[in-house]
């Protein structure tokens, strides 16, 4: 049997991402017909079929789920190889695809790829914003090396690397009951006032579980997509939130008051740990534990965030 090349099996697979021929062209930067050969090309190797054509996309077949399975376990083997070559060749150089969750990236970014840069001037490096279920999707299948995100979440077998804690302050309006304590209490998370991200974002799943708060119906809340929308919405009097301590001093707008809650060694209070994670078969692993390290040098001031007492802005 002929062999199966690594051009044909990056189509099979992302028209199996994209569930459409035309779309998966355009991904990869080929026309749909050279595309739609190299897939027939592939059936004919395989002696398969791999999609159900239809006016409407493309289905993966069952055959074609289990085929398109160890795919992407050979081209992540092809990846690590890449890797490894250059990891040897010369540490710290080439490319590095780093991933971020919206509500760390925005607020740690800044102030670490400057560093990287300074460190690793020969390092080029590459940044993706997405959701945590899909940057661990992306890292698991090779299209990301390193991910910056929370590490209270399930990350399907990643390599984890704690960096610091990340409190959560209770955001409200000037005025509001909840701000007359200099410490926030978790009796202040009032359920049909407490505005959350929308579902998808793991901040909120840590707010829920964290603070032991029964999930939400789609129906009974307010959600925003990102941080800033929220806390508008709260100095605006539209309710309450939690706050990643992280994103204070850059969401933080006129009106709003902060409060911390109680914290100690012994019963911490509401929070999430922020980390990195990669692959536990990368090549660079080593590095990413030398990336680490450098990340918690310049983040130890955010680290070291503990003060117990009330902010107004």
Known sequence: MERPSIRQLECALAVERHANFSRAAEALYLSQPALSNQIKQLEAQLGLILFERGRHGARTTP????????????????????EQ?????????????LGAIPTVAPYLLPTLVPAVREVYPDLRLFLREERTAELVRLCLEGQLDILLLALDVELGGLTEHFLFEDPFL?????????????????????LSELLLLDDGHCLREHALSQCNLPARSSEDDFRASSLGTLVQMVASGLGVTLLPSIAADVEATEGLELRP????????GPGRRIGLAWRPTSP??????EL??????VLEPLAQWRDPGPQVI
């Open 170 to 190: 209770l955001a409200a309006r000037k005025g509001h009951p909840a701000t007359r304590r200099k410490l926030a209490r978790e009796e202040d998370l009032n």
């Open 261 to 268: 809650f109680p914290s100690t060694r012994k019963q911490p």
């Open 63 to 82: 055959e074609g789920q289990a085929v398109l399975a160890r795919a992407r376990v050979v081209l992540s083997d092809v990846d690590a190889l890449s």
């Open 284 to 289: 660079r692993a080593s590095q990413y534990e």
């Open 292 to 297: 680490a390290g450098l990340f918690s040098d």
């Open 85 to 97: 070559a250059a990891s040897l060749a010369a540490p710290f150089q080439g490319d590095l695809r």
